[in-house]
Nanobody
């Protein structure tokens, strides 16, 4: 049974930082591209960042320079470090796993709420 379990969501003031974690089980972690997506109320889910097994990263333009993604293959965990948070970063953040040759995620976490507000 595949599980992706996110944690770390919280209420934070603009300009603040948060680190999200996603612990994976039931998959061969090293064979998967891990990613973070987000969905704000009334909007479509959007890609935030991805990281390949070898550490190659990709970021959405709206978060580039503020967010970093990393993975610990020994712990089957992927992280999203979010700095200089803005109110428009408010969303439910979802962890995803995609096989190397896949086009779309195969698995999703349940989501963790990030709220940026003063």
């Amino acid at each position: 049974q595949v599980q992706l379990v996110e944690s770390g969501g919280d209420l934070v003031q603009p300009g603040g930082s948060l680190r999200l974690s996603c612990a994976a089980s039931g998959i061969i972690f090293g064979n998967n591209v891990m990613g973070w997506y987000r969905q704000a109320p009334g909007k479509q889910r959007e890609l935030v960042a991805t990281i390949t097994p070898g550490g190659g990263t990709m970021f959405a333009g709206s978060v580039k320079g503020r967010f970093t993604i990393s993975r610990d293959n020994a712990k089957n965990t992927v992280y999203l470090q979010m700095n200089s948070l803005k109110p428009e970063d408010t969303a439910v953040y979802y962890c995803s796993a995609r096989r190397l040759l896949g086009a779309v995620p195969d698995y999703w976490g349940q989501g963790t709420q990030v709220t940026v507000s003063s």
